[in-house]
């Protein structure tokens, strides 16, 4: 698949894909590490990664940032993943544009898990409840 690309058309033939999900770093030294899996698997050529996102937006920055690198530097088809948890419908549409700007054509769009001690999902005011509302 060609960078920028839409991965409906691969999803759509009889042929098994191979993709990777990539989950942010915490620090650099697990950036590093990252960064020289993604080199390691290149040569495989997948035929798109993906890179979650961290409840509440806590990762968001570092989901752009690595999900830009392995984008730009390796030439992955990137599916960066967008949750509700956390953001109003403005916000998800700011970090959805701003996915947008930086070339990502497929996002996979979830809900999210409950924030960190709370059992229940609860959407926050001006937010969504589901990942299909996304």
Do not use: W
Not at 59 to 85: K, N, S
């Amino acid at each position: 698949m060609q960078k920028n690309s839409s991965i409906i058309s691969a999803l759509s033939k009889d042929s098994p894909l191979f993709s990777v999900e990539f989950f942010p770093p915490k620090d650099d030294a697990g950036g590093k590490r990252m960064l020289a899996t993604a080199a390691a698997i290149q040569p495989y050529q997948p035929d798109f990664v993906s890179i979650t996102y961290g409840a509440g937006g806590g990762t968001r920055e570092t989901t752009m940032r690595y999900a830009r690198a392995l984008q730009e530097d390796y030439g992955f088809v990137v599916m960066p993943h967008l949750t509700c948890v956390g953001h109003t419908v403005d916000e998800l549409l700011e970090i959805l544009e701003d996915f947008a700007k930086s070339g990502f054509r497929n996002i996979m769009a979830l809900r999210g898990d409950p924030p960190k001690g709370e059992k229940v999902f609860q959407a926050i005011e001006g937010g969504l409840a589901y990942g299909s509302d996304l």
